[in-house]
């Protein structure tokens, strides 16, 4: 299961910065994640102000 980044997300860009495999890119509106690149690390998640990225 890879991590997915919710509407909450306020393009910081943060998250896409401490992703160890680059799995994360600015979307339209959202950052976005790969999920076929994403290793479930977690670390999206405790880099993020606002909660966004889920497991
Ligand atoms: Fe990247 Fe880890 Fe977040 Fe997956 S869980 S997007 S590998 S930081
Ligand atoms: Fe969006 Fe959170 Fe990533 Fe910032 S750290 S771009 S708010 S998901």
Redesign the pocket.
């Known amino acids: 299961m890879?991590?997915k980044i919710s509407e909450d997300c306020i393009s910081c860009g943060a998250?896409a910065a401490?992703?160890?495999?680059g799995?994360?890119s600015e979307g339209d509106s959202i950052y976005l994640?790969d999920e076929s690149?994403?290793?479930?690390?977690?670390?999206?998640?405790d880099t993020c102000p606002v909660g966004a990225?889920q497991a």
């Not at 401490?18 to 495999?21: I, L, T, W």
């Not at 994403?38 to 998640?45: E, L, S, T, V, Y």
């Open positions: 890879a991590y998250c401490d992703c160890p495999v799995a994360i994640i690149a994403c290793i479930d690390c977690g670390a999206c998640a990225p």
